[in-house]
């Protein structure tokens, strides 16, 4: 259960949300490869290869060396892309692509930690041309995402700048800790991967969510709090959303009182009425 609201004479705290299979149902990365191919990126062959790379992902069976080599697949895939032609294509894709597949649960736990003064911040191993507009369409505060180098051509080079992942994250939000004046022990951090181990075990509040066999086994060894999220839902049907049973009742509430407040306003007019017709 999560603190209603922070203690702000404390120092500050925050969120760290692993993106792909935590906050959302698929890769990041690989869900644009068709809008990569309509782009003129990618042709059919790379397409398939990310179709397959993608079922991988979402079985559970990548682990890290398979990580690396989709890492050096896809930095080798990327060289020579226009840097702005990218943003272009996901800026105009990020609902239809995105927005679909956004755990309910996730964007619930997002609310709920803006709600007690928690920073939110994702960290992601994706690309951050593809995490930030997926940071902003969740109202994360901040983004950690894997940089590859551009050209003076504006263009990929094909070398990784900074690269999100296992022990860097950690990092990273270490770091952010010192900028940003978090206290770590009060944080929570979020995750599907036995490669996030080192970024659950900088916070004090680590959870497994979707976890594969390691990250289960470990979160079980550890007494780690285990989440489920499987309710994939478009952040707009989440606004549209009948209110909530309590919200429902409170209304009810409501209108019975306004109800008989107006039976009693009547009622009194009545009687004021017939007292002045008897006089």
């Known amino acids: 259960m999560l603190d209603l609201v922070e203690n702000h004479s404390l120092p500050r705290t925050a ?12 890769s990041s990365t690989l869900t644009f490869s068709k809008s990569f191919y309509q782009g003129g990126l990618i042709n059919r062959r790379a397409v398939l290869r990310t179709a397959y790379a993608q079922f991988v992902f979402l079985a559970g069976g990548a682990d890290h060396d398979q990580m690396e080599r989709m890492r050096e697949y896809l930095s080798a895939l990327c060289r020579g892309w226009n840097v702005e032609q990218v943003k272009e294509i996901v800026a105009e894709t990020l609902h239809d692509l995105i927005d679909p597949i956004i755990y309910d649960e996730a964007a619930s736990l997002i609310e709920e930690h803006h709600t007690a003064g928690r920073d939110v911040v994702i960290v992601s191993t994706s690309g951050a041309e593809v995490v930030e507009p997926i940071g902003e369409l969740l109202g ?32 990273a939000i270490k770091e952010l800790a010192e900028s940003e004046g978090y206290d770590l022990d009060r944080c929570h951090a979020y995750s599907d991967s036995a490669t996030d181990l080192p970024m659950l075990e900088s916070v004090g509040h680590p959870h497994a969510v979707n976890p594969d066999r390691t990250l289960r086994r470990e979160a079980l ?27 429902v009742a409170a209304a009810a509430v409501g209108a019975a009182a306004a109800t008989a407040g107006l039976v009693w306003f009547v009622s009194r007019r009545r009687i004021t009425r017939a007292r002045f017709t008897l006089v």
């Open 140 to 171: 994360a505060d901040r983004v950690v995402a894997t940089r590859m180098v551009v050209g003076d051509d504006g263009c990929f080079t094909g070398e990784v700048e900074y690269y999100a992942y296992g022990p860097t994250k950690a990092t």
């Open 221 to 247: 060894a550890r007494g780690w709090p285990i989440l489920d999220f499987h309710r994939p839902v478009r952040l707009k049907e989440r606004r549209q959303a009948p209110a909530r049973p309590a919200l």
């Open 15 to 26: 969120a760290f949300f692993d993106l792909d299979k935590t906050v959302i149902a698929k």
